[in-house]
């Protein structure tokens, strides 16, 4: 019995300190002329998915020089309403059966 398994889509950032981690990318969000991405820290292993934190990671996507890049949301108002938004999203995707787990 074959499975069908979505590959994740992944991306790995550099913070400041130039160390990089890799994270798969949940959802994106076009709001009030902005793009938002929502990401979770990836691990190859399951095992090591279940021990790690449950992180939501929101970035915005900002352009400087005709380069884009993510970027942290520095105003806490606008991390939270993002944010908020993107959990109900994936908590309705996941009620919904859409996950990895269903069959399309």
């Not at 934190?53 to 105003?75: F, K, P, Q, R, W």
């Not at 938004?85 to 859409?98: D, P, V």
Request: glycine residues 6%; charged residues 40%.
């Amino acid at each position: 019995m074959s499975e069908n398994y979505e590959s994740p889509e992944l991306l790995t950032l550099e913070d400041e300190d130039g160390k990089e981690s890799v994270f798969e990318i949940l959802d994106t969000m076009d709001l009030d002329e902005k793009t938002y991405v929502a990401l979770t820290p990836y691990f190859e292993n399951p095992e090591e998915m279940l021990e790690g934190d449950a992180e939501l990671v929101v970035l915005v996507s900002e352009t400087v020089d005709g380069e884009e890049y993510l970027a942290s949301i520095d105003n806490d108002e606008e991390y939270e309403r993002v944010g908020t938004l993107f959990l109900e999203r994936l908590m309705a995707e996941y009620e919904e059966g859409e996950g990895p787990d269903s069959e399309s």
